[in-house]
């Protein structure tokens, strides 16, 4: 899971327009709009780093105490989701993170959040411990490791606590992001492996947290997902994850889902605009485009019609090829068809 949800190539657009999607009430400097978030104490983004690659004690640091980084949520009810739904909610979200309707699998790169390289079509992380997980996946399934020589630093990655600088370090992971774009253009098991951690990780997760407050409709789904992608489920990130988020928007009471989403999404949006530096800020555009959606309710409620993301220019229709990353991979011959998913369990600590 990654802080930041944009590519560096979309940054310079929507520096320029960081402050349109902040204002009015989600205007950070106007008294009242960030209180809920107790942000007073968070050190800005980049910051946290910190210089000497020392440890040091950083607000909502939090160490990892059971086998998870995640919430136990055996108890929430689950839902089910369709093979458009899921590929329309998928390019949704791409849109978000990679700028465009082809699948970032190949994509990795140090944007410099603290969280090492940021690497696939939903950004797992080195510093984070779920691009490590994919790879595990994918030699689980595969004979010979392209990613042999990294296993041992990405294992140590895992090892420190939330926050701590040394998570963001990549000295140890020389020529890493080469060997995951190739393994990307040219293998369809490393895709598939991706996209099976990211169901594992993501997608069902977020099926539940939407069903724990009676969201059902697809757009619903769609919108549960795009915030589990970008602001997490862990524990060990307990200013920003998606269970405060629903925490703060309050109990849904007799409101209809779109009402619901529509606060939900406030929420989220002044979450964004509230969270010191410009990371977050620059992410605004994401809410404001999901608003879009939901003011147009019927239109847009099952996903079985193209939506059009405003500030990102762009019009997902559900018909757009998610097997291979024609942006990422221009040298490479296309691959047409990816191996059967591997269902993996949601990430939760055995039973004991
Ligand atoms: C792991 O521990 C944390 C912190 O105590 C807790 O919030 C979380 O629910 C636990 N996760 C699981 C899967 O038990
Ligand atoms: C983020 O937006 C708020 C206003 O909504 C502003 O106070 C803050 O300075 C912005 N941060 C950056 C780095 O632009």
């Given at each position: 899971m990654k802080l930041t949800a944009l590519t560096l190539l979309a940054m310079p657009v929507l520096l320029l327009a960081q402050n349109e999607y902040c204002q009015g009430e989600y205007d950070a400097t106007k008294a009242g709009t960030c209180d809920a978030f107790q942000f007073e104490n968070v050190v800005p983004d980049q910051q946290q780093c910190g210089t000497d690659k020392?440890?040091?004690k950083v607000e909502g640091g939090v160490q990892q105490t059971n086998c998870t980084t995640f919430y136990d949520i055996s108890s929430l009810p689950s839902q089910e989701i369709d093979a458009h739904t899921?590929?329309?909610?998928?390019?949704?979200?791409?849109?978000?993170?990679?700028?465009?309707?082809?699948?970032?699998?190949?994509?990795?790169?140090?944007?410099?959040?603290?969280?090492?390289?940021?690497?696939?079509?939903?950004?797992?992380?080195?510093?984070?411990?779920?691009?490590?997980a994919v790879i595990q996946q994918y030699i689980k399934r595969k004979e010979g490791n392209p990613f042999a020589k990294y296993m041992d630093p990405l294992k140590l990655l895992t090892t420190y606590e939330f926050n701590?600088?040394?998570?963001?370090?990549?000295?140890?992971?020389?020529?890493?992001?080469?060997?995951?774009?190739?393994?990307?253009?040219?293998?369809?098991v490393f895709v598939q492996s991706q996209l099976d951690v990211g169901h594992s990780m993501y997608l069902k997760p977020a099926l539940k947290y939407a069903a724990s407050v009676h969201v059902t409709s697809n757009l619903g789904k769609a919108i549960f997902y795009d915030t589990i992608v970008q602001h997490g489920w862990q524990y060990v990130e307990p200013l920003i994850n998606l269970p405060r988020i629903l925490a703060i928007t309050g109990p849904r009471g007799d409101d209809s889902e779109k009402v619901y989403l529509n606060r939900f999404l406030t929420t989220r949006r002044k979450l964004a605009c509230c969270y010191p530096g410009k990371v977050w800020n620059d992410s605004s555009s994401r809410m404001s485009d999901l608003q879009r959606l939901v003011a147009a309710w019927e239109r847009n409620k099952d996903l079985t019609r193209p939506v059009h993301l405003q500030a990102f220019g762009v019009t997902v229709t559900g018909k757009e090829s998610i097997t291979f990353d024609r942006a990422g991979c221009k040298s490479f011959k296309p691959f047409k068809r990816l191996p059967s998913p591997n269902d993996i369990p949601i990430p939760q600590c055995p039973a004991n």
């Open positions: 020392k440890p040091q899921i590929r329309m909610t998928q390019l949704i979200t791409n849109v978000f993170e990679n700028g465009n309707t082809q699948m970032g699998y190949s994509a990795a790169n140090d944007i410099k959040d603290c969280r090492g390289y940021t690497c696939g079509y939903i950004g797992f992380t080195t510093g984070t411990n779920d691009a490590y701590d600088p040394r998570r963001a370090d990549v000295s140890e992971l020389v020529g890493f992001a080469k060997v995951w774009k190739e393994t990307a253009c040219k293998d369809p």
